[in-house]
Structures are given as C-alpha cells and as structure tokens.
C-alpha cells in the first residue's frame, strides 16, 4: 500500500505494462496480470514453482486429504507447485518425527528439476502398464491421486473444454487402477455441459463428490476442480 499524496486516502500500487514491439496485445496483458497478481507475488516469497501451488492448498484446506503418512500421485505434475505442497502436508520428509511419513510420487511427459520430498518419473500415465508401474515405485497402492492437468490451448474455447475433460476422464480411469479403498482424487476441470458423464462415472466409484473454485483459481477463469473422496474400490 501507498499514501496518494492528493489526500484521498490509499490505493494499491498496480504495475502497468506497455504493448512492446513484437508482443502481442493478449501477452502484454497475461504479464500485466502476472505482474499484479497477488498468489504469483506470495507463491515468489515462500518459495512455489507456481501460484497453482495455492489452489491445492486451499483445497486441502477444506477436505483434508494431504494427511501425514499418505501416498500422493501428482500426474502431470511440472512446473511442481502441488507436489511441493503435498511433501510438506504428508511429511515426505519426515520432518515431523510424531508423524508418520508419507510419499510424494510426481509424474510428467517432461524431465523436472528434483523437489525435495518428491520421487520425479518421465512418464506418460496413458501407457499401457503405467498404472503397475507406479503402484511398483510406491509399494503399493496411493491415497490420493491429484491432476492439475490442462491440454494445450487451441484458441477454441468448446474443443479445448472437450479437450480438459477428456484428460481429466483418463486421469479416473488411472485413479481407479491405482486408489487404495477410501482413496482420494482430485482433478481440475472446465466448467460447462460436457463433464456430466465424468460426474456421474465419479458418483459411481467414490462415496461423495464435490465441485470447486478454490479463492487461488482466477474469477475470470472457467476452471473448477472436481474433489472425489471415499473410493469405493
């Protein structure tokens, strides 16, 4: 905050930023919007790859699933932010001696620079086998399964919500081969028509299913995050 000299109390200093050549006039404004958000700025001080980092937080704030002991797999994971979060809430570390320590599993198409508390693997999750795979490198099967996944934009906004759910679709489908009885999955999605069939599939498999705007995810955005508890198996 900022005294206005004229005398007319205080305003928040908003960083302005001018068309340069060779950028585009929707860029100039997503760094104009970076510049002046406030999740970017804190997710820079306390140390998250990114401002997503505040949306698991949020969430877990309110379902409590991030417990310590736990098994998390995090699919498309990069830049990182919510494996970050989840090292720290499930006691990856062991940092915590009265508790028990759980197990942060990252998972991306892209190799990643190591988060500590995280076990990283370039891997497609849509393979064949992956889903044995990562029930091999945990030892077992996970408590919660947590995409964070968006297709890449095509400018359209109905094939790219098409696009969404249909990854957020292949992302149960693994849930369901590696959750643990009374598991946890969380995915985000669009808001829109097209994932009624994704929430019905959900009703059938988990004993309750919730829909989502964490205060993290932009007001302008149409994203909303599906939050599945209670696996049925």
């Not at 007319?8 to 950028?23: C, E, I, N, P, Y």
């Not at 699933?65 to 990856?92: H, T, Y």
């Not at 990643?112 to 945990?138: N, R, S």
Request: charged fraction near 30%; include cysteine.
């Amino acid at each position: 905050m900022t005294k206005n000299t004229s005398g007319r109390g205080q305003r928040d200093l908003k960083v302005k930023v001018k068309t340069a050549r060779g950028r585009t006039t929707s860029s100039t404004r997503w760094l104009q919007r970076q510049l002046n958000d406030p999740y970017v700025k804190r997710a820079q001080v306390e140390g998250y790859r990114g401002r997503a980092a505040f949306k698991i937080l949020e969430l877990d704030d309110k379902f409590r699933f991030l417990v310590p002991g736990a098994r998390i797999v995090d699919l498309g994971c990069a830049p990182g932010g919510w494996c970050q979060v989840a090292a720290k809430r499930v006691n990856a570390l062991g940092e915590r001696r009265d508790k028990k320590q759980g197990t942060v599993l990252g998972i991306d198409l892209q190799e990643m620079e190591p988060i500590a508390g995280t076990e990283l693997y370039q891997l497609d999750f849509m393979d064949d086998g992956a889903d044995i795979q990562v029930k091999d490198w945990l030892g077992g099967k996970a408590d919660v399964v947590m995409s964070d996944m968006a297709a890449s934009s095509s400018g359209h906004k109905q094939t790219d919500h098409l696009r969404i759910i249909s990854l957020c679709e292949a992302a149960a489908y693994f849930a369901f081969d590696v959750l643990e009885t009374g598991g946890t999955f969380v995915a985000k999605v669009l808001a829109g028509g097209a994932e009624g069939e994704l929430q019905k599939l959900l009703k059938q498999r988990f004993e309750k299913v919730a829909n989502v705007k964490p205060p993290a995810s932009r007001s302008d955005s149409s994203e909303k995050f599906v939050v599945a508890t209670g696996f049925r198996g």
